[in-house]
């Protein structure tokens, strides 16, 4: 069982607007603004989408955007296209014994 | 562009040991904290192992304190983790990936393209 709880699945139409949401703990999430986004294809290595709970590296599009209420850091996409269909991880910092935590990973799937 | 490429997987008997290696380019290494990260087959991802781009300091999961061995070569601008005592439980696609600064470890980007280590008789 993963430290952070996802949906194992969403779905959107192209166009459209899709959330996932990650939930965690005061002494993960809620403690620290270091929650982080992946994006993996099938057979592909993940790729950074979201960094410090808001933050979007050099070449993500603005239709990626994160925010976080108490212990529940979000991803919402935006103009939902083809090529989002993926597997979505979110990420935390959490503190110095258990360092770092992922969530079980969300299946977004554009219909 | 910085790059990543993992090495070193393979098949091993339960209770056998493995040496995976990282080696990276396109960045200033010893700058930057790494990672290995694992993911079991259908399952998600599980950090693993991070050490400082000085080696000084050195973090582990639960599951493979005591097992697992971080280290790197500044020198040569190579990762490594070393495995011992595996399991099935520790079968899966090992990506090590670059940390944010000297020691932090709060994102990971890039990623390697993986190596897969299967244990089993």
């Known amino acids: 069982q993963s430290a952070l709880t996802q949906p194992r699945s969403v779905s959107g139409s192209p166009g459209q607007s899709v959330t996932i949401s990650c939930t965690g703990t005061?002494?993960?999430?809620?403690?620290?603004?270091?929650v982080s986004w992946y994006q993996q294809h099938p057979g592909k290595a993940p790729k950074l989408m979201i960094f410090d709970v808001t933050k979007r590296p050099s070449g993500v599009p603005d239709r990626f955007s994160g925010s976080k209420s108490g212990n529940t850091p979000s991803l919402t996409i935006s103009g939902l296209q083809a090529e989002d269909e993926a597997d979505y991880y979110c990420c935390s910092y959490a503190g110095s014994h258990t360092f770092v935590v992922f969530g079980g990973g969300t299946k977004l799937t554009v219909l | 562009e910085v790059q990543l490429l993992e090495s070193g997987g393979g098949l091993v008997q339960p209770g056998g040991s493995l040496r995976l290696s990282c080696a990276a380019s396109g960045f200033t290494f010893r700058n930057y904290a790494m990672s290995w990260v694992r993911q079991a087959p259908g399952k998600g991802l599980e950090w693993v192992s991070g050490?400082?781009?000085?080696?000084?300091?050195?973090y582990y999961a639960d599951p493979v304190k005591g097992r697992f061995t971080v280290s790197r070569d500044n020198s040569k601008n190579t990762l490594f983790l070393e495995m011992k005592s595996l399991g099935a439980e520790d079968t899966a696609v090992y990506y090590c990936?670059?940390?944010?600064?000297?020691?932090?470890?709060?994102?990971?980007?890039?990623w390697g393209q993986g190596t897969l280590v299967t244990v089993s008789s």
């Open positions: 005061s002494s993960d999430v809620g403690g620290y603004n270091y």
């Open positions: 990936s670059k940390g944010c600064g000297v020691d932090c470890y709060t994102r990971f980007d890039p």
């Open positions: 050490i400082s781009g000085s080696a000084a300091s050195a």
